[in-house]
């Protein structure tokens, strides 16, 4: 199971209803454990989604990878939309030992990279002084496992 953080910190409140719609399923699944929302967005809007989605608050993303419960994170940003079929394409490689990934998302086009998400464990987060997603993702190097 994954805790997912989202890295909220940019985002004005519909961006983060839309992922955490699309995060539903997986939680139904199994495969999420948490959902903790690191950073901004406008503060009523966040209580509610909480109240809504049982997603827990952190003010950092920092934070959020200090009090996430799971071994393996899965860290994105609210512009992240899943793939169909994420949750099968993720779980059979968690279920086949698969290690640390990128996850691509939906979007993208010619001049504008598709978003991504980063699977990383626990630890690894950690050991960084100021995580972000780009610094997460370097972190796992070029030879990282590609799920989507």
Known sequence: MLSVIVDAAEDEGERLTQLLA??????????VREVLIAGGGPAELLKILR??????????LRGAIGVSKSDRLLVLRTDFRPRGG??????????AGGGEAVVKGEGGGFLR??????LI???????LL???????RRVLGKRADRIG
Do not use: F, I, S
């Open 22 to 31: 699309a995060l539903t399923g997986a939680a139904v699944d199994g495969l």
């Open 51 to 60: 109240e809504e989605t049982g997603a827990n608050l952190a003010g950092t």
């Open 86 to 95: 994420w949750t099968v394409e993720l779980g059979g490689h968690l279920r």
């Open 113 to 118: 990279a598709a978003p991504y998400a980063v």
């Open 121 to 127: 464990g626990r630890e690894k987060a950690r050991a």
């Open 130 to 136: 100021h995580p972000d997603l780009r610094r997460l």
